[in-house]
């Protein structure tokens, strides 16, 4: 497990694909947030062809 982020490593799975470069990944969470969140959506893109700063903003 990641502690730090509280995830589980070893559930990283495909969340879905498009037509970019981009590629996105699901993890579940240790335990459930207090917002009930138990899986948390990454991405994944090589910045030369990507801007990930829509999708940080997002989070942040």
């Not at 981009?22 to 917002?35: E, M, T």
């Not at 138990?38 to 942040?60: G, H, L, N, T």
Request: net charge neutral.
């Amino acid at each position: 497990m990641a502690q730090q982020h509280k995830l589980h490593a070893d559930s990283v799975r495909l969340a879905s694909a498009d037509a970019s470069f981009r590629r996105y990944f699901r993890v579940d969470a240790a335990a459930a947030s207090a917002s009930g969140t138990d899986s948390y959506i990454i991405m994944d893109a090589p910045p030369a062809q990507e801007d990930c700063r829509p999708f940080v903003k997002v989070w942040a």
